[in-house]
T-cell receptor, first 116, second 113 residues
Framework: GNSVTQMEGPVTLSEEAFLTINCTYT??????LFWYVQYPGEGLQLLLK?????DKGSNKGFEATYRKETTSFHLEKGSVQVSDSAVYFC???????????????FGQGTILTVHP | DTGVSQNPRHKITKRGQNVTFRCDPI?????LYWYRQTLGQGPEFLTY????????KSRLLSDRFSAERPKGSFSTLEIQRTEQGDSAMYLC???????????FGPGTRLTVL
């Protein structure tokens, strides 16, 4: 079945530091890949997505590239802010025709704390 | 666009009691999903609806769990004879179609004493 593995957390950084959160996946075929973010006290929000190999998703300074050869979708940001403190989830959605089409499979989440 | 809403936001109950949660999806969204999130874990899929039809249920959804989506609008998730292991955040999400972005509600946090 489909699965997503995120790097072990939590991650603590100083403001303006570079961020990488690793994500690798196992899936049949070519899934769509997502990063969701959960700010304290709020619901899950879509941060960015990529639907095919070599696509780069980007939003709010965050980027992630769909790497089929390494089955990875690592999240990066060049300069984090205190307001980026949140829990980040990598997720995949199976392709049409598969048993997992539509539903999301999530990683375990990575807690990011950014200090001033 | 009012987003996905869920009620109640918090529910505390005693073991053995029944509870029911409600989810109101974004208007015109045909797909509605339920997920469960335990502490320190990512959300896990429970079930989904295409309009009023429940098309898939996870193995996580025991016989004590039942979900409905009458008329293809709001959905309810009922847990009968709650157990302490049912304590979790229950998330609802909706989308226009299977390939479109899922929008999540704020969740209902269940605590079973």
């Amino acid at each position: 079945g489909n699965s997503v593995t995120q790097m072990e957390g939590p991650v603590t950084l100083s403001e303006e530091a570079f961020l990488t959160i690793n994500c690798t996946y196992t899936a049949t075929g070519y899934p769509s890949l997502f990063w969701y973010v959960q700010y304290p006290g709020e619901g899950l929000q879509l941060l960015l997505k990529a639907t095919k190999a070599d696509d780069k998703g980007s939003n709010k300074g965050f980027e992630a590239t769909y790497r089929k050869e390494t089955t990875s979708f690592h999240l990066e940001k060049g300069s984090v802010q205190v307001s980026d403190s949140a829990v980040y989830f990598c997720a995949l959605k199976g392709r049409a025709g598969g048993t997992s089409y539509g539903k999301l499979t999530f990683g375990q989440g990575t807690i990011l704390t950014v200090h001033p | 666009d009012t987003g996905v809403s869920q009620n109640p936001r918090h529910k505390i109950t005693k073991r053995g009691q029944n509870v029911t949660f409600r989810c109101d999806p974004i208007s015109e969204h045909n797909r509605l999903y339920w997920y469960r999130q335990t502490l320190g874990q990512g959300p896990e899929f429970l079930t989904y609806f295409q309009n009023e039809a429940q098309l898939e249920k996870s193995r996580l959804l025991s016989d004590r769990f039942s979900a409905e989506r009458p008329k293809g609008s709001f959905s309810t998730l009922e847990i009968q004879r709650t157990e302490q292991g049912d304590s979790a955040m229950y998330l609802c999400a909706s989308s226009l179609s299977p390939r479109d972005t899922q929008y999540f509600g704020p969740g209902t946090r269940l605590t079973v004493l």
